[in-house]
C-alpha cells in the first residue's frame, strides 16, 4: 500500500446506520404520494396544482429564510414535506393564494423563527393551515364533490363530518346514527362504493356503500386526506421501515375510536356504546393526522410512553372537539394542543436507567 | 438446549458480518522481524519500564511491571535486543511508552508443562499469583487485569461465574474460533477461575448466532465432566456488554456506579479463561492473542492468532492485503473499536480485531440538527436519554448530564449509530465525563 494513504479517524462507533435525515424525510414524502395521485384524480388537475404551489412555496421560504441564516437546507426535504402535507390539507377548490400564505407561514414563521428544522416547537404544516384556516373560513371550506361520484347534481358538497355536524345542529339527537344520517338526506355516493356494498352484502356483511367510500376515499374532503386507504398503505411502508413507530397512531386511533364508540351515539340518543366509529376513523382526517402529522418527530415525544401519552391526548381531544365542537374536524387543532404539551411529557416520562432504583421525576 | 434470553432496554441489529470469516480456523502470524509492545495494554495505570535501551530480552521475560493497583505486567512475546523506549499513539488515542525490540530469530517461548494433577493443588491464592505473574488483562476488548477482576472483595461473594462468549461486535470471530477449536482448553480455564472467584455456578453466555460454538463448548463439557451451563442469547448487541450480560443472564441489574459482584457475579471473557489455561498449565504469559481482520476491503479474511507487538501491517498482508483503499482501518470491533492512524500500530492484549472498513460500511454523514426522533434513546441499553445529555454537555452543563446518569453512559455506540442526524453522540457523552474529571480534580 502507498504511504500516501490516509485513514479516517474519528469517534466510536466507526458504523452507521444508513438513514438520514433527509431520507427520512423523502420517505415519509414518498409515502405520502398515493393518497395524493387518488385526491388529484378525484377531485381533479387544480389539485395538483394546489400541492405543488404549496410544495414551491414553502421551497422558497426555506431556501429564503435559510439564506438568511447563511445556511443551505433545501437538500434536508423537510421543507418539501411540509409543503406537500399544505397541500393535502387545502380543500380543492381554495383560493390559490391560501396554500402560499400557509406555506410562508408555516416555514418562515413557526420553523425557522424558531431556528429551523429541529427547533420547532408546533408542527409547521398544521400550524399554516391553522392560520389560514381562521383567516379565511369560507375560502377553506370549498370542498368539491369527487369525480366517482355518480350523481352529482352540483360541483360542491359538505363533507361527511360537515354533513352530519350541520344536521345534527338542525335535528338535534331522534334515533339513528352519523352513517345512517348520511342516507336520510341522501347524502351521494360512488359506483365504486355501490359495488364494493353488494359484493360484501352477497357475502352476508351488511357494508353500505358509505363505508366503502369513506375508506376509499370518494368523498367530498381534504385533497390528501380523503383516501384512508392510500394513507395506510403510506404509513405501513413507513413502519415496516421503521420511520413511523406504532406508538403514536394506534394510541392515537384506538383512544379516538374507543370515546367514538362510548359516547357518539348519546347524540343521537341511542345512550353509551353506540357510536359510529367506522364514519368518524374514516370520514375525515383522522388517518392523515395519526399517521403523517402527529409522529413529526419533532414535534412528538421522544419515549415511547411519551408517545402514546401524546398519542392518547390527541384522540381525546379530537374527540372532543368534533362532537361537542362547533367544528365538524379536529384532528389538526387537537394536534396542535398536542404539541404544546410534548416538552412537558419528555418532562415527565423519562425512561428508568439500568441499575438506578428510583428515577430522579424531572431532574434538571 | 436452554431458551434464548436477552436484555431488557434498548439495542440494535448493526449487519453481524461474521460470515466473511466464521468458517476460518484460526492461522498463525509469522514472527516479525521487529516488535513495538507498549507499556499499557490494559485499563488502569500503565506499567513501568523494566528493561532500558540495549538490554537483550528472552522472549516470555517481563518488560514493564505492573504499578498499582489496577496494572498489570508487560512480557515480551520474543527475544531481542531493546533498541530504544519511545512513545506511540495507541489506537485509544494515548501517546505511550513502548519497546521497540529488534527479535532474534528462533527466540520462540519455552513452554513449560504443569499436568493437571499439579494444577488442581494449587491453592485460589496460588492461581491469582500466577494470573498477577502472567499479566492477564481481560480479553474482551475493555482490557481489566484480571487478577484484580477475579479477588472477591472481603464481604463480596460470587454466586455466579458467567463466561462471555457473546461476541456481539460485528465482524469479530476470535471468540467463536477459540470455542470451536480450544473449548477444552477453554473450560479447563474457567474451572480455574471459579476456584479463584469461589464462584458457586459458572454460565457460559453464547450468542445465538454461534451454534457450532455452542456445540462445541456443550460437547466438551460433557467429555470432561463439567457442569457448566450455555447459555444461548438473542442476537442483538451489545449483548456481550457486562451488564447487558449480568442482565440477560440473572435478571439483576448493576446498581449504577457498582460492580458486577455487587450482584453476585463475576463477569469475564472466553480469551481471558484461555490466557488463564495457558498461564496455569504452559505457564505462558499473556503475549499472544487471536485476532480477526476482516472487513470489506480486505482481500482474505481470516482469525490470526498473533503475537503482542506485531504491527497490523503484517496481519493484513497475511490475510491477502487490501482488495480495496479502506476508508477506515478499525482496532476492534467496528462499534466500539478504534480507528487508527496508520498500519503500524501494534497488536495489543485487547486487540480483538483489525477491519478494513468502505466508505459504505462506514455511513459518514454531515451532521445535521437533532430532530428528536427517539431512535437513541430508544437504543440505548442503559435507559439514557443521549439527545438530552447531548444538548446538556453541549450547553457546558457537565453536573446536570451527571445528574441525568451521564456517567452510566458505557459507550456502546448505539445512539450515535441510529442517529440519523449523525449526531458524534457518543463524543459528546466522553467530551462530558472528561469535563466532569477535569472538574473534580
Given amino acids: 500500500m502507498s504511504e500516501e494513504t490516509r485513514f479516517i479517524v474519528e469517534s466510536s462507533p466507526q458504523i452507521r446506520h444508513s438513514d438520514t435525515t433527509a431520507g427520512i424525510m423523502w420517505h415519509v414524502s414518498l409515502a405520502l404520494v398515493p393518497a395524493g395521485i387518488w385526491g388529484v384524480y378525484v377531485f381533479g388537475v387544480r389539485s395538483l396544482l394546489v400541492i405543488l404551489l404549496s410544495i414551491a412555496a414553502s421551497a422558497a421560504a426555506e431556501y429564503a429564510a435559510a439564506r438568511l441564516m447563511n445556511r443551505k437546507t433545501l437538500s434536508d426535504g423537510s421543507a418539501v414535506l411540509t409543503g406537500l402535507l399544505i397541500g393535502y390539507n387545502m380543500p380543492p377548490l381554495v383560493p390559490l393564494f391560501i396554500p402560499v400564505v400557509a406555506s410562508v407561514f408555516a416555514v418562515a414563521v413557526v420553523k425557522w423563527a424558531f431556528g429551523g428544522l429541529g427547533a420547532n416547537w408546533m408542527n409547521p404544516a398544521l400550524a399554516g393551515r391553522a392560520f389560514v384556516f381562521f383567516s379565511w373560513t369560507s375560502g377553506m371550506n370549498a370542498w368539491k364533490v369527487p369525480s366517482s361520484w355518480a350523481a352529482a347534481d352540483s360541483v360542491s358538497s359538505a363533507t361527511p363530518l360537515g354533513a352530519v355536524k350541520t344536521g345534527l345542529m338542525d335535528v338535534a339527537g331522534e334515533g339513528g346514527s352519523s352513517l345512517g344520517y348520511l342516507g336520510d338526506i341522501g347524502y351521494s355516493f360512488s359506483a365504486m362504493g355501490e359495488a364494493v356494498s353488494s359484493w360484501f352484502n352477497s357475502a352476508g356483511i351488511a357494508v353500505s356503500p358509505y363505508h366503502a367510500d369513506l375508506f376509499f376515499g370518494n368523498i367530498p374532503g381534504s385533497i390528501g386526506e380523503v383516501s384512508a386507504f392510500l394513507l395506510l398503505l403510506g404509513g405501513i411502508y413507513l413502519m415496516h421501515r421503521r420511520i413511523v413507530t406504532w406508538e403514536i397512531p394506534v394510541s392515537y386511533i384506538l383512544s379516538f375510536a374507543l370515546l367514538i364508540w362510548v359516547f357518539e351515539g348519546t347524540l343521537f340518543s341511542r345512550g353509551l356504546f353506540a357510536g359510529s366509529v367506522f364514519f368518524h376513523v374514516f370520514g375525515g382526517g383522522l388517518i392523515l393526522g395519526a399517521l403523517f402529522m402527529a409522529t413529526d418527530m419533532v414535534t412528538s415525544p421522544i419515549t415511547r410512553r411519551g408517545m402514546i401519552i401524546y398519542g392518547i391526548g390527541a384522540g381525546a381531544l379530537t374527540f372532543l372537539i368534533r362532537i361537542y365542537g362547533s367544528l365538524p374536524e379536529g384532528v389538526s387543532l387537537a394536534i396542535i394542543i398536542m404539541n404544546i404539551f410534548v416538552p412537558m411529557i419528555d418532562r415527565y416520562v423519562q425512561p428508568k436507567p439500568y441499575g438506578v432504583k428510583k428515577t430522579r421525576g424531572g431532574a434538571s | ?441
Avoid at chain 2, 436452554?2 to 434498548?10: H, Y
Avoid at chain 2, 473450560?187 to 459458572?202: D, F, H, P, W
Wanted: charged share 20%; hydrophobic share 40%.
Fill in chain 2, 1 to 441: 438446549m436452554l431458551k434464548q434470553r436477552t436484555f431488557r432496554r434498548g439495542g440494535i441489529h448493526p449487519p453481524d458480518k461474521k460470515r466473511l470469516t466464521e468458517g476460518q480456523p484460526i492461522s498463525l502470524c509469522p514472527d516479525p522481524e521487529v516488535i513495538t509492545v507498549p507499556f499499557s495494554q490494559h485499563l488502569g495505570t500503565p506499567a513501568s519500564a523494566a528493561v532500558s535501551k540495549g538490554d537483550v530480552v528472552n522472549a516470555g521475560d517481563i518488560i514493564a511491571e505492573a504499578s498499582g493497583f489496577i496494572s498489570a505486567h508487560i512480557h515480551t512475546p520474543l527475544g531481542g535486543e531493546v533498541k530504544e523506549i519511545r512513545n506511540i499513539f495507541i489506537p485509544a488515542g494515548f501517546s505511550v511508552p513502548a519497546a521497540v525490540i529488534a527479535v532474534d530469530p528462533g527466540s520462540s517461548f519455552q513452554e513449560s508443562v504443569l499436568t493437571e494433577g499439579e494444577a488442581e493443588k494449587l491453592s485460589p491464592e496460588e492461581l491469582l499469583d500466577i494470573v498477577k505473574k502472567c499479566g492477564i488483562a481481560g480479553l474482551g476488548g475493555a482490557a481489566f487485569p484480571a487478577h484484580v477482576k477475579f479477588k472477591v472483595p472481603k464481604g463480596k461473594h460470587a454466586d455466579v461465574l458467567i463466561i462471555n462468549g457473546v461476541e456481539c461486535e460485528p465482524y469479530l470471530n476470535a471468540d467463536n474460533r477459540l470455542m470451536i477449536e480450544h473449548a477444552g482448553e477453554l473450560l479447563e480455564g474457567i474451572s480455574y477461575i471459579q476456584r479463584m472467584t469461589g464462584a458457586k455456578s459458572v454460565i457460559i453466555g453464547i450468542e445465538a448466532n454461534k451454534p457450532d460454538a455452542m456445540k462445541a463448548v456443550e460437547g466438551a463439557a460433557a467429555a470432561q465432566g463439567y457442569t457448566y451451563a450455555v447459555q444461548p442469547l438473542k442476537v442483538m448487541y451489545p449483548q456481550g456488554d457486562e451488564k447487558q450480560l449480568i442482565e440477560a443472564v440473572t435478571g439483576k441489574e448493576v446498581p449504577s456506579g457498582g460492580l458486577p459482584i455487587d450482584v453476585g457475579t463475576v463477569v469475564t471473557n472466553v480469551g481471558t479463561a484461555f490466557a488463564v489455561f495457558e498461564a496455569v498449565r504452559r505457564k505462558k504469559p499473556l503475549f499472544e492473542r487471536i485476532v480477526t481482520v476482516s472487513g470489506e476491503a480486505v482481500s482474505r479474511p481470516m482469525n490470526i492468532r498473533a503475537k503482542v507487538g506485531t504491527p497490523f501491517r503484517m496481519l493484513i498482508e497475511q490475510a491477502g492485503g487490501f482488495s480495496e483503499e479502506p476508508c477506515k482501518v478499525v482496532a476492534g470491533g467496528p462499534m466500539m473499536g478504534f480507528a487508527v492512524y496508520d498500519l503500524d500500530t501494534p497488536v495489543m492484549k485487547g486487540t480483538s480485531g483489525i477491519l478494513a472498513l468502505t466508505r459504505k460500511q462506514v455511513q459518514e454523514g454531515v451532521e445535521t440538527p437533532c430532530i428528536s426522533c427517539g431512535r437513541c434513546v430508544r437504543s440505548c441499553p442503559m435507559g439514557l436519554q443521549p439527545t438530552r445529555l447531548y444538548h446538556l454537555i453541549d450547553r457546558g452543563l457537565y453536573q446536570e448530564a451527571k445528574d441525568a446518569w451521564l456517567l452510566d453512559c458505557k459507550e456502546c455506540g448505539c445512539c450515535s449509530y441510529s442517529c440519523p442526524a449523525k449526531i458524534h453522540l457518543v463524543q459528546g457523552m466522553r467530551l462530558g465525563k472528561r469535563m466532569l474529571r477535569n472538574l473534580s480534580s
